[in-house]
């Protein structure tokens, strides 16, 4: 069984903001599941990190401007994905796609563990490697480890 289950919709429309490492794989594998993917980087040569299969669409740009005058089919999102290396970055794109264009399912990258809060205010889900990566190596510590 895949990641995906069969009542997922094609119609999913995700666009994702930062082409690093994880955004990288994060559209290859969202790709790879049929899934229709926007792909925005301020560097074109970011790009080359995707995959041959990569079956989605690229946009070169900032994608806070991009989002502000309503470019790469924002209205017809169905997810926003920030994770660029820029906590700052990923809170603005995450607030306008929550705000301006009332897409639920908004989720962003910080780095910082401390500005959580600040997404939390907006309704933003957050992943952060900090304290994943915490969670995980005191888990292997200490078995059934839990983080307050």
Do not use: H, W
Request: aromatic fraction near 8%.
């Amino acid at each position: 069984m895949g990641l995906f289950s069969k009542s997922d919709s094609k119609s999913d429309y995700i666009i994702i903001v930062g082409c690093g490492r994880l955004g990288a794989y994060l559209a290859d594998t969202l790709s790879d599941a049929d899934k229709d993917v926007m792909i925005i980087d301020k560097e074109e040569a970011s790009f080359n990190k995707l995959s041959n299969s990569f079956s989605g669409m690229t946009m070169v740009g900032d994608a806070c401007e991009m989002f502000i005058r309503g470019q790469c089919n924002i209205k017809k999102a169905t997810a926003v994905i920030a994770v660029t290396n820029m906590d700052n970055t990923n809170i603005m794109v995450a607030q306008i796609a929550r705000e301006m264009y009332n897409i639920s399912k908004v989720i962003a990258r910080l780095y910082d563990p401390e500005r959580e809060c600040v997404y939390q205010e907006f309704d933003i889900k957050t992943i952060c490697p900090v304290t994943m990566s915490t969670d995980a190596v005191c888990d292997m510590l200490y078995p059934g480890y839990k983080s307050i």
